[in-house]
T-cell receptor, first 111, second 114 residues
Framework: SQQGEEDPQALSIQEGENATMNCSYK?????LQWYRQNSGRGLVHLIL?????REKHSGRLRVTLDTSKKSSSLLITASRAADTASYFC???????????FGIGTKLQVIP | DAGVIQSPRHEVTEMGQEVTLRCKPI?????LFWYRQTMMRGLELLIY????????DSGMPEDRFSAKMPNASFSTLKIQPSEPRDSAVYFC????????????FGQGTRLTVV
C-alpha cells in the first residue's frame, strides 16, 4: 500500500505563480523526499528532508515537514513551463530505508 | 557514473511468454528497488534488496513475478507467464543508505503484453 498521499492530484497554474503541493503519510519516517517525473521519463530526486528538520530550501523549492501532522508541503516559487511534471513524495522508514511513493500531483504550468 | 541502467527500454511480448527485465544499479549503492507504474495504480514498490538480499517482496503481485540480485551490480525481474494486465512501466532504482535514502531511478522499461 502507498505510504504517502499527495494533494491535489492535479494542479494547473499560470507561469510565474507559485505552486504548492501537499503530502500526508501514515507511519513515522526517517526521511521524506520529493521527486519529479516528466512525461515518459524516470523520476528525478528534488530534495530530501529529514525527520528532525522542519524546512528546507533548494533554489526555487521550499519543503516543509510537520511530523506531528504527518504531512509535508512542496512549494515551487515563480513557476516556469518547464516545471510541468508529476511530483511525488516518498517516505522511508525502518532500518533498511525502504522507500515508498505516493500517487503524485500532476502540475501543469501554462506559459 | 552512468546512473541506473535498465534494459530493454521497451518490450512487447505475447501473453504467456516469459519476460526478463534487467537492471544495473549505481556502483557502490547497497539498496535496489523495483517499481511498477500504471495510470490506475500509480507507482508501486514491488520488491527491494539490501546488500543483494531481498528484504521485502510483499509488493510482488503474484507468483508469476520473481526477482533476483545475484551480485551487487545486477538484478532481474522476471514475469512468467506474462499477462496483458502486467503491461506497465517498470522502474529500477538504487540508493546508498549510508548517505540517506535518495533513490536514483533508471529510465524504465515499458512493457506491453498483447
Amino acid at each position: 500500500s502507498q505510504q504517502g498521499e499527495e494533494d491535489p492530484q492535479a494542479l494547473s497554474i499560470q507561469e510565474g505563480e507559485n505552486a504548492t503541493m501537499n503530502c500526508s503519510y501514515k507511519t513515522s519516517i526517517n526521511n521524506l523526499q520529493w521527486y519529479r517525473q516528466n512525461s515518459g521519463r524516470g523520476l528525478v530526486h528534488l530534495i530530501l528532508i529529514r525527520s528532525n528538520e522542519r524546512e528546507k530550501h533548494s533554489g526555487r523549492l521550499r519543503v516543509t515537514l510537520d511530523t506531528s501532522k504527518k504531512s509535508s508541503s512542496l512549494l515551487i516559487t515563480a513557476s516556469r513551463a518547464a516545471d510541468t511534471a508529476s511530483y511525488f513524495c516518498a517516505t522511508d522508514s525502518g532500518g533498511y530505508q525502504k522507500v515508498t511513493f505516493g500517487i503524485g500531483t500532476k502540475l501543469q504550468v501554462i506559459p | 557514473d552512468a546512473g541506473v541502467i535498465q534494459s530493454p527500454r521497451h518490450e512487447v511480448t505475447e501473453m504467456g511468454q516469459e519476460v526478463t527485465l534487467r537492471c544495473k544499479p549505481i556502483s557502490g549503492h547497497n539498496s535496489l528497488f523495483w517499481y511498477r507504474q500504471t495510470m490506475m495504480r500509480g507507482l508501486e514498490l514491488l520488491i527491494y534488496f539490501n546488500n543483494n538480499v531481498p528484504i521485502d517482496d510483499s509488493g510482488m503481485p503474484e507468483d508469476r513475478f520473481s526477482a533476483k540480485m545475484p551480485n551487487a551490480s545486477f538484478s532481474t525481474l522476471k514475469i512468467q507467464p506474462s499477462e496483458p494486465r502486467d503491461s506497465a512501466v517498470y522502474f529500477c532504482a538504487s540508493s546508498n543508505s549510508a548517505f540517506g535514502a535518495e533513490a536514483f531511478f533508471g529510465q524504465g522499461t515499458r512493457l506491453t503484453v498483447v
